[in-house]
């Protein structure tokens, strides 16, 4: 018997997925991208600089930091700029999401520029971080290509697509892209990132209840991996058109 | 011979207004403002506490928080959440927002109640802090109404409407509703909240550069109150309709 | 039927106000400044450096810092250097007190210098930044002429001089200068910086409860430039004498 | 050809591991751990009291802290007590830790008590957090034996063993248990935490060159399994003796 | 030959003590203490509550906090407030302050109440320590005789009186009261809190150039014996009068 | 009748201390300290950079740290990096700790570099400081001895040796060495640093409840004369031996 997941989706399903670019307009790259009712805004901002670490090595570097506005949430949370700092939860995330997109980046063809990629949450409903590396690779390239219009790069510093989504076990049985209602009513998760070879970039699974078995995790992978190509086609058809 | 604005406007012509309310979901108001290309969005929050300073007092509190968010700028600013404090800019904007509501509320009619507005910036482009009072408001009275639709109050705590707009002085002549543009070139500017009986709340205004002579005050509050006036009628507009 | 404000003061009447120079000696200004029972010292401190954003464009920079000693108030508040932070009313003064002082100085006369007022309440009674900024305009004053002694300027940076003043509508009657007995039960007031032009600077007005109409806005002006004729003489008073 | 280990090890081979029970005396359960070079002091301190959000419903809690002495590495770090705040990686790491240990145990067998798990690395020479989940077990079962022999328990809390290892692929080879050396040197690295029923707890895997393959990521969770039955057996040795 | 110090005293004069009471009105005890050039503002405050650690336990407490005026210096000095926190040098500063004034109080005697001395350098030349805890103690006496004519006390909590003066080795001469020129040139100093039982409450001798030898030890207990005797008579004489 | 301390010591004896050199294996100098029960682990490291007051001056410096291991003591203590900043009683312990350790540096000797020395307290049973000093002063001879090794130094920087003991009063009876039971039912305690040429470095004594008399200040200098004399013996003998 199917165990009916709280959105009446299959367990192999998406939620509906919209990457909509040029939602602001300063930001080099700008990018509104939903997973259903989490909406996070992804902005990739130029600066021809490098943290000190790199300054004189001709590498560029690719880095996120990650927000959700108060009442992007069922009830208020405190505001981080107001508390005086960022939880970990919040620089756990904003580390994930700086690893995986300089894994598709050639840091030398960038030569001594930061990209920085701010990833706020408007609206959230699960998997805001999943929803963020997917969104931020969009305003990556869109940046890029910004670049590229004004002459600034001799070879493009993009190797590679990147893209993330959640698996879990929900009631038993391996479901795709948890929602909220899933999410906290869900003994193991795991956040996947894949580029478009299929390599895997990251893997994050956490079981606080049950522990998961390896069959089971082979069974999360699956899902994870067809997840995952059906959001790199929706990078790709975001990205095919024209920027707003 | 007549000046010309950057953006061609007439000296008393606000930019485009936009208020849609239930931006968001999860807020008991959320409204996205849009003064020209300055877009905030506004979130009205309920809680059943009020600060230490109120308690047992049977008086509610209404506050505001106010961000920006890092790329909603021309060039990139520092997130506050990881610079770890909030600016002195922040802090005084969320001041006001803060005081210009209360001004419109009875805080004996909210009960032991805190509203929170949390106004954020996903673009700027002048005069955000005018917006945000003027969309603030209109999320306010959404909350009060979810408030109302649950039988929580037994009195009405809206006694008044309030809106905010911006005035100046640029290349000479007095202007309404400046935008960044406008806003970098102006010696002179001040920011006008005003309710719908005609009132002032506050007046702020500036001149690091020419000082102002009262002639050229006069002027400048005539404006502030033809624009307050149009304010005011797209508060109404927007909440004529059921909320999406 | 006349209100008798708390002090016995007439409406259009200051407290007494005092001007001490040289009150301390290490500072190159430095003056007690009293309104009444509100006592301030305001050192101004030269520095032959400028802040980031202007080095090497040849200009000055004037700032201020604004602090209140824990026990200058009826009760102790806490100590800001303990709490670890600037509370937002700290700041929003030390903005305010910055932007009136650079009102009347010639940046580039100054040359890359910066002239820091610390202006440090030693005793509060209402109208601590309206006196800081009356008495800060002094002591930037005698640093100027600290620096001229020395030679080290070609021309005078200060073009004009500035003063503040409170007022308020106090059981209906607009008065000047608010005591701590008026300011707290006063529903409007408005603190004005004027230059000896007749020109505003700063007008910063504010209803928490009643709103006030243009006609009493007037009315305070009117009883601002009448407080601030007196105050600016009574500067002139002051720098006539030679410095102790 | 096989490649060579910077240490010599074969590819599934640990490095030495002790566990020393007992190693200061205040806490209720203390072990020093060494993986190799590393050296972490893990503590277990056992408090009457629940966090907040557990206050009277019966529940205890486990957490965990972290931290690394300034020069327990190559080159000196800051001392995060001085520059005021713990870095991402460190809240990263505790707040692993602390999920690692939770997993093993029932929260309504403790009471509303808090078992504390600080763990300070002494020396750090690649995979701390790992010793660290490793030693940190040995405390927490002194902290609950602790408490058995004070009759606070009725039922044991604890309901298996968990064990961590850190995995990764050196020059081509999957191997078990990185050392510094090989750490820096390595494109892909899995940290992984199981219980003594071969479910995984935590899997984390990164890749910031080279994305592993679907094999590459069988070939490591075997040696992770391999790696983590020696240390659940390592444990249990420990725990055989008297608490000296 | 004897040396000449700075200031032209003989080794074992003190500079002109001044200590002035009521200097501002809130507080229950206000001082401005002089040692020479070096003013410090003590107040002293009565809060009817204890810190938590002894809620409940019908003991009261004593407590200090430092603070320098930003130019009280000869160069101006950051904000501590505006820095986010104390130094190293202020937080020892204003613990000594309360464990010396601690040394002359009955806790018992106070019950649940708190006495906090604030001390707040106008102008430094030297000594603030020492003229800090010579002035609080007059602010404290202050503070309990208003608590006693409002008869909240039965019993005096003051058993005996406090003061402090620095000794130190200037070109190999013992000297009382060092000034700032003798402190910047010295390599040894020591600050000297003693009772009016001639008993020793505090030494803090430091010698980073110089070690001192026994025998110089002893000479410099000798000059602050004979130092704080006279301080200890300048309190007596300025708690003889009425509060002004 | 003699006074039985808790330890069963005599009045002058010492606790049994060791010093074990090579303790950690990447500082320049590394060294357990036990004082009885009070273990402390100092690092010392070389850093070829001086603070900004010393660039270019051809001057080292000398800097220590201290942090207390959260459960180093009875009952756990916050971590100072989790709550944001040291406390008072730990910058007062690490100022102390680099003002003994300069006092037998010759900096210009030195060169432009730092060595910092790290004084963490693994375990606490009283007179951590004091310990730490002793400890620490054999780290620095330790990386003293490593940079002559690399020739990096002409001459020898270490003009002397450093060691410091606690005294106080138990019972009336001055004893030496306290350890945590003496030290807690004690109402004076002093903390002496010396050199081996019988110099006193730091005297710091306090009676928060008993002044002492002159007598009894000599008693207590007498007896940490002869244990800093044992102290100094211990540090030979432990840098006799070849480093481990």
Redesign the interface.
């Known amino acids: 018997m199917p165990v009916v997941r709280p959105s009446g989706r299959m367990p192999d399903q998406l939620r509906a997925v919209t990457i909509e670019r040029g939602y602001?307009?300063?930001?080099e790259g700008?990018v509104l991208v939903s997973f259903g009712?989490t909406?996070v805004?992804c902005?990739a901002?130029v600066?021809n600089k490098v943290p000190p670490f790199l300054r004189g090595k001709g590498e560029g570097w690719v880095t996120a930091?990650y927000?959700m506005?108060?009442?992007?949430?069922?009830?208020?949370s405190d505001?981080?700029?107001?508390r005086?700092?960022?939880?970990?939860?919040?620089?756990?995330i904003?580390?994930l999401i700086g690893?995986a997109l300089?894994?598709c980046v050639d840091r030398n063809a960038l030569g001594e520029r930061t990209i920085?990629l701010?990833c706020?949450v408007?609206?959230?409903d699960g998997g805001t971080r999943t929803a963020a590396i997917t969104g931020a690779y969009v305003a990556l390239v869109d940046a890029v290509r910004w670049m590229q219009a004004r002459k600034e790069l001799t070879r493009d510093p993009i190797h590679g697509a990147v893209a993330a989504v959640s698996v879990g076990i929900y009631q038993g049985v391996p479901v795709l892209d948890l929602d909220y209602a899933e999410d906290s009513g869900c003994d193991t998760d795991?956040n996947v990132v894949?580029?478009d070879?299929?390599?895997?970039?990251?893997?994050?699974?956490?079981?606080?209840?049950?522990?998961?078995?390896?069959d089971e995790?082979d069974a999360l992978?699956g899902l994870a991996e067809t997840g995952i190509a059906e959001l790199l086609a929706a990078q790709r058809a975001a990205l095919d058109g024209p920027r707003p």
């Open positions: 602001t307009r300063h930001a700008s009712q909406r805004l902005t901002s600066d930091e927000g506005l108060p009442r992007a949430t069922h009830t208020r505001r981080e700029a107001s005086g700092k960022q939880g970990g939860r919040t620089l756990e904003q580390r690893r300089r894994a920085t701010d706020d408007l609206q959230a795991m894949m580029n070879g299929g390599g895997f970039i990251e893997l994050q699974g956490t079981a606080e209840g049950h522990a998961f078995r390896r995790l992978l």
